[in-house]
Structures are given as structure tokens and as C-alpha cells.
């Protein structure tokens, strides 16, 4: 009886075929964003640089969580929806389908590190010295290089796929 009251979904007519094999269609606007999550990531990149080298650690532990945050939502966005629509899309397209999959297994091996350094300093009793930088200054030379990667390669792939 309460359904009767409820709204309905506004209809949407997605002018963009399916991946074959899923409900993930072309997103006009997901790269856009991808590369918006890029630019924030970079920009907390730098931020908690600028924080250890004042050594404001406050800041420096805010941050980090924030740029966790970001980066979790990132990766998420870029396997639910970029990853998946590709690797449907290049279903018959061993060379491309090989491309993505590595990049996809790539970024998982990169994500994992990085997220058990992001755990590593999030520790209450994390020391921020010189090995911190270092391990700081690597991630963020990892990040500049995947940035630069999915933004020349894989994003170029990302395409509607024709209706047929």
C-alpha cells in the first residue's frame, strides 16, 4: 500500500550502448571526472609534502587520510566503471583486452602499496623521518607516472561503443 505513494525512477534513455555483457555504458563525463580525481590527488600529494617539510604533522596526518580518501574513491570509480566497460568492450580485442588487464592488475599492485603505506602512517605512533620521505617521494613518483600512463593510453580507449 505504501509503494502507491512512492515515487517512480525518472525514465532515462541512455543514447549509449551497454558494454556487451553489463549495464555500464559510455559515460560522456567519466574520464572528465578521472582526470579531476588526478588533479586532487596531485594537489594533496603536494600539500602533504609542503606539511612534512614544515613539519606540521597535524596537517600532514589530515592530509594523508584525505588523499586515502580521494584515492579510494578513485579506484573504485575507475574498476566499477572504467575498467570494466573497457575489458567488455575489447572482449573480442585480444591486444587491447591485454592492455586494460594489465593496467587494471598494475594499478591493483600499485593501490595495495600505497594503501599499506597510507596505513602505515596513519598509525598514532608513525615516526615521520627520512625513510617516511622516502617511501613519500616513491609513492608520489608512482602516481606521477599512472597518472601520466591512463591519461595517454587508457583514457584514449574509452570510446561509446556503436549501436548495432
Keep these: 500500500m505504501f509503494g502507491l505513494f512512492r515515487k517512480k525512477p525518472k525514465e532515462t534513455s541512455n543514447q549509449y550502448a551497454y558494454a556487451p555483457g553489463t549495464k555500464i555504458a559510455f559515460d560522456p563525463e567519466l574520464v572528465d571526472g578521472l582526470k579531476d580525481d588526478h588533479q586532487k590527488l596531485l ?3 603536494t600539500k602533504v609534502c609542503a606539511f612534512y617539510d614544515k613539519q606540521d604533522l597535524d596537517n600532514l596526518r589530515t592530509n ?3 588523499f586515502k580518501v580521494e584515492l579510494t574513491s578513485h ?5 566499477t566503471k572504467l575498467y570494466v566497460y573497457l575489458k567488455s568492450k575489447f572482449d573480442s580485442d585480444p591486444n ?8 587494471q592488475r598494475e594499478m591493483g599492485k600499485i ?10 602512517a596513519s598509525q598514532p ?23 601520466k600512463a ?8 574509452y570510446t561509446p561503443i556503436e549501436n548495432i
Excluded: C, P, W
Excluded at 579506484?75 to 574498476?79: A, D, I, S, V, W
Excluded at 617521494?137 to 608512482?142: E, F, L, N, T, V
Design 43 to 45: 594537489e594533496l600529494y
Design 96 to 103: 587491447n583486452r591485454e592492455l586494460v588487464t594489465d593496467m
Design 75 to 79: 579506484l573504485l570509480r575507475e574498476n
Design 125 to 147: 605512533d608513525m615516526v615521520f623521518d627520512s625513510q617516511f620521505k622516502a617511501q613519500l617521494d616513491q609513492s608520489g613518483a608512482i602516481l606521477v607516472t599512472r597518472i
Design 111 to 120: 593501490g595495495h602499496d600505497v594503501f599499506q603505506f597510507l596505513r602505515d
Design 64 to 66: 594523508l587520510l584525505s
Design 150 to 157: 591512463e591519461e595517454d593510453m587508457l583514457y584514449e580507449l
